[in-house]
């Protein structure tokens, strides 16, 4: 994927979800579903799996269940929404960790995995996130330039976005 366009607001909600998380001392992750065509992504909903957070000696953490992962692959195949990319926050720097490449839950070539610094305490601003793309079987960084190339940020007060849509996992689960 070379082409992400996402309304502001789901941003903005991203972020908010995850300082949410980080109010408690926990990292949050929140998943990017989009429809994709001809490797162009428009993100329609973002979603908030549900996720047993972790605090221990060894750091924070949060943990998605098969169960769960099976379920999102299931609501995925029935509305042919994409999942375009995961966003988690890290409790200070952002990076891609050696955890983080290897639990992630965006496995397809080409998705996309940011990290919030901070516990998302700053803007919701993709130049302050660490953004990785999926090529070949690696998460890459992708570097400031190709972040402006990449991403697309959409005003949501300008006429014809769409308004922000924010699943959460009771519904897709009824
Ligand atoms: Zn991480």
Redesign the pocket.
């Known amino acids: 994927m070379k082409n992400i366009k996402i309304n502001d607001n789901l941003l903005v909600e991203t972020n908010e979800i995850l300082k949410k998380y980080g109010n408690n001392g926990f990292?949050g992750l929140v998943l990017w579903f989009g429809t994709v065509t001809k490797g162009s992504a428009f993100i329609e909903e973002i979603f908030t799996p549900p996720q047993k957070s972790i605090k221990s000696e060894y750091g924070v953490?949060y943990l998605v269940s098969g169960e769960t992962l099976f379920s999102i692959n299931k609501y995925l195949h029935k509305t042919g929404l994409r999942l375009v990319a995961q966003v988690?926050s890290?409790p200070s720097r952002a990076y891609?960790?050696e955890?983080?490449d290897r639990l992630a839950v965006a496995t397809k070539e080409g998705s996309f995995s940011l990290?919030v610094p901070d516990f998302a305490t700053g803007p919701a601003n993709l130049h302050r996130w660490a953004v990785y793309q999926l090529r070949r079987g690696q998460w890459e960084e992708v570097s400031s330039k190709d972040k402006d190339r990449f991403f697309t940020i959409l005003k949501s007060d300008i006429e014809g976005i769409k308004p922000l849509k924010h699943r959460w996992w009771k519904w897709i689960w009824k």
């Open positions: 990292e953490g988690h890290h891609h960790s955890t983080d990290v």
